[in-house]
């Protein structure tokens, strides 16, 4: 993908980090060939400065990121995330009828050969995925997650492994059913965590265009000028 045509949205900003709304289908981080594009690269470019990164979002997973603007926030970010203080909601729609109000998924990942990530009960490292269902059509469910741990492609592999992967995924699920809709249908709505001055804030991001015309294509309307979380509104 080549750069968007206008720097992607500033959700929040201070002195020691700067939060962004990554669009779909730009890495987040450079990739092997420097050639191409990332939210990263473009960020130092258009500041002249450096920036260090905290976490990730897949390439084709759109919404919050954060990255720090010194080494000393840096560090306390990073320790908030390995320490699993950092509170991450998603909104992802995936195939099939989930059964009941929502759940929780604790199965063990571990990456093979494909690049996929897969259970492996023996050889995984521990994971968990709290999700809640939040809309419903007769072929697909969108379902607000929260994942406690970080691990690569966590929620993709875990809903896939529950039988419902997420709508458009290229790696997890049918690949000739998922080739048929636009994008990844996975977008971090929130954000939430305490700055390295203490003060805590909740970061959000808003349903991107090509992720509400992908739900209205299918037959659900959301309204886009409603909270960042469907679910939280009201």
Known sequence: MDAPADPPQVLF??????????????????????????????????????????????KQVSGVIVFAKNAEAHRTLNRLFEARRVHKTYLALVHGAI???????????????????????AGGKACRTDYTVTARLPAYTLVRVEPLTGRKHQIRAHLCGVGHPIVGDPLYGDKTVQKRFPRLMLHAVRLELRLPSGEAVCIASRLPPTYLAALQALGMSLDPSASPDPSAAG
């Not at 450079?30 to 897949?58: A, I, M, T, Y």
């Open 99 to 121: 059964e009941g109000e929502g759940g929780v998924i604790t199965a063990p990942l571990r990456r093979f050969g494909s690049g996929r990530m897969g259970e492996d009960a």
């Open 13 to 58: 900003e201070n002195d020691d980090l700067i939060a962004l709304d990554k669009p779909e289908g730009l890495a987040a981080i450079p990739e092997r060939n420097p050639q191409n594009n990332s939210l990263l690269k473009l960020l130092c470019e258009r500041r002249g400065r450096k920036f260090w990164v905290v976490h990730r979002l897949d």
